[in-house]
């Protein structure tokens, strides 16, 4: 074999190789150090961005967010003193009205605050008014109101204003205390009649009658009490 033959054989070797070479490169095999490592982060990892969102919620609940709870509201009796009693009588253009001191704690107030209603029910039309002020300490309002409620006791009540000396004083100097009390007022803010303690329908239903019809009307009623039943 001459030089030249072997040397055209050495070329046409050397382009066959180059051929594959290049074949091999164009079908676009990844070799081992192009394939992911183990511990490389997905698409999700590396981009949160790009992780599924959760769903939002859908409805109602989705645009209402959760309220506070509401403070039950105050007590519904308003707080009055003597004077602001009396002027609230003067105001109301009534022939007369029956003021009645009371408690929640007080028994015989609620045996008497039922006959009373009865008796503004029947002398309301005549001009005469019944109205209830309880003496129940300001944080004890509740008991007053529940007991109102519960009898379905539907006449005006207010709650007597702190200290009770200057009350007692602005109603009747006269009263010491003692529950329940019951004073008359006439039109003018005047106390015309005055129930130191319980009183029952056929004491007090005449008096009533006599103011309604124009009568004088000047007196007091008032029981023997013990010191200590005073309040």
């Known amino acids: 074999m001459s030089f030249f033959t072997t040397e055209k054989r050495f070329f ?3 382009l066959v190789a180059l051929a594959a070479f290049v074949a091999l490169a164009a079908s676009g095999c990844r070799c081992a150090d192009d394939a992911p490592r183990a511990d490389a982060p997905t698409n999700e ?5 790009g992780a599924e ?11 209402e967010a959760p309220k ?12 009055v003193t003597a004077e602001a ?8 253009g009534r022939k007369g009205t029956l ?16 006959m009373l209603e009865g008796l503004a ?10 109205v209830l002020v309880s003496v129940d300490e300001p944080a004890d309002h509740a008991k007053a109101e529940a ?6 006791i539907a006449l005006t009540s207010y709650l007597a204003a702190r200290p009770l000396g200057p009350f007692k004083q602005g109603m009747n100097p006269r009263w010491p205390g003692m529950l329940p009390a019951s004073f008359l007022f006439d039109r003018e803010g005047t106390l015309r009649y005055y129930w130191g303690g319980e009183a029952f329908e056929n004491e007090v239903l005449p008096v009533l009658e006599a103011l309604a019809d124009g009568k004088p009307i000047q007196g007091e009623a008032t029981p023997i009490v013990a010191p200590e039943n005073a309040q």
């Open 12 to 14: 046409a070797s050397a």
């Open 45 to 49: 990892e590396a981009d949160p961005e």
């Open 53 to 63: 969102a959760p769903e939002a919620p859908e409805g109602p609940e989705a645009s």
């Open 68 to 79: 506070p709870e509401t403070p039950e509201p105050a007590g519904a009796l308003e707080v």
């Open 85 to 92: 009693l009396k002027a609230k009588l003067e105001a109301s």
């Open 99 to 114: 003021v009645n001191a009371w408690a929640s704690f007080c028994g015989p107030c609620k045996r008497e605050i039922p």
């Open 121 to 130: 029910k029947k002398l309301r039309p005549r001009g005469v008014d019944v």
């Open 147 to 152: 007991f109102l409620k519960e009898h379905g």
